[in-house]
């Protein structure tokens, strides 16, 4: 009985947890596991803009190595067979490479049908795909205006195997296609003339200037674009 009485009395001098302390300690809970959380979810978010911003750079770099191989396959092609329908010399052409210089100009400009990548020819630029390019060095590859519902927009598909991005507005193109960002694609081409071309030969020795401009919507809702510049001389 005693024993009894003396732990009813010392359970008089136990003490509860105050609304206060209680608080403080659901605080810190709470900042233990929402900071890493928060931290988780920031570093997701800007992982996919790092990335959309690294596919947005590609596809730019992508436009002017397509534009660049198209110039180096003609002069391959009109140094293998000089002389040969398309390589054959005008205005006074005397090198496979001036032939080659030509008809790269002529294949990107109006005069082959297509809509023109030269701003100095229609104050407009141009849209194409990997797809369009891939055709024989001596044929005109297609192109669309940038006002073109057709390619206007590149998406992630599967063509061939091989994931790539393609003009969304051609269903052919869009085989296993990746439902995910858009991304628009402008290219043009502009004539830089140089000091040691003359009202002659000109066109065999200007320079191109080609500017590759990426705009897409983030995945934080803002708009960005990547934009490059790069340069095409004419060979020898």
């Not at 006074?92 to 030269?118: N, V, Y």
């Not at 063509?159 to 393609?166: E, H």
């Not at 071309?197 to 065999?204: I, P």
Request: net charge neutral.
């Amino acid at each position: 009985m005693k024993y009894f009485l003396s732990q009813c009395s010392n359970i008089k001098h136990l003490k509860g947890l105050t609304l206060l302390e209680t608080l403080v300690a659901i605080l810190v809970i709470s900042l233990t596991i929402i900071g890493p959380l928060s931290f988780l979810a920031t570093s997701s978010s800007y992982a996919k803009q790092t990335r959309e911003a690294i596919v947005a750079t590609y596809l730019a770099e992508e436009a002017a190595e397509l534009l660049q191989n198209r110039y180096d396959s003609l002069y391959v092609a009109c140094v293998k067979q000089p002389g040969v329908t398309p390589c054959t010399p005008d205005f006074g052409e005397s090198t496979p490479g001036q032939i080659a210089w030509r008809l790269f100009k002529e294949r990107m400009s109006s005069r082959d049908g297509h809509p023109s990548c030269f701003i100095d020819d229609t104050q407009s630029e141009c849209a194409f795909d990997s797809e369009h390019m891939k055709v024989v060095a001596t044929t005109t590859p297609a192109r669309f205006a940038t006002t073109d519902t057709t390619c206007k927009r590149l998406i992630a598909a599967t063509v061939g195997g091989i994931t790539t991005y393609v003009c969304s507005g051609i269903p052919s193109r869009l085989v296993s296609a990746t439902k995910g960002l858009l991304y628009e694609r402008s290219v043009y081409l502009e004539h830089i003339p140089t000091f040691e071309a003359t009202a002659r030969n000109e066109q065999d020795h200007d320079d191109i200037r080609i500017v590759v401009s990426v705009r897409y919507r983030a995945v934080n809702g803002t708009e960005r674009e990547a934009k490059i510049s790069r340069y095409l001389h004419p060979r020898p």
